[in-house]
């Protein structure tokens, strides 16, 4: 079993920026992909980042150049740090990590963009 741990969410004004981070503890392994999901209101969730235990990473187009995944070294805590952000980028944030067959969620954090 694998619990995340999710933090850092708030309030910003158009263009600025934001750090989230996901605390991962459990049976995670050595080989994992970590990463970060968003939901906007009647929306659907989509993939904003994700980084591998490797340290391979993947963004869709529209964090690309703005938002940057990393790892910590212990390899247990991921960050994704917001820049330059967007009235669009409102959405309750989720963290997961896919160990083997398995995926796990956080609770959630909410991003919100506006001035």
């Known amino acids: 079993q694998v619990q995340l741990v999710e933090s850092g969410g708030g309030l910003a004004q158009p263009g600025g920026s934001l750090r989230l981070s996901c605390a991962a503890s459990?049976?995670?392994?050595?080989?994992?992909?970590m990463g970060w999901y968003r939901q906007a209101p009647g929306k659907q969730r989509e993939l904003v980042a994700h980084?591998?235990?490797?340290?391979?990473?993947n963004y869709a187009d529209s964090v690309k150049g703005r938002f940057t995944i990393s790892i910590d070294s212990a390899a247990t805590t991921n960050y994704l740090q917001l820049n330059s952000l967007r009235a669009e980028d409102t959405a309750v944030y989720y963290c997961?990590?896919?160990?083997?067959?398995?995926?796990?969620w956080g609770q959630g954090t909410q991003v919100t963009v506006s001035s």
């Open positions: 980084i591998s235990s490797s340290g391979s990473t």
């Open positions: 997961t990590i896919i160990v083997g067959l398995s995926d796990y």
């Open positions: 459990g049976s995670i392994g050595s080989i994992y992909v």
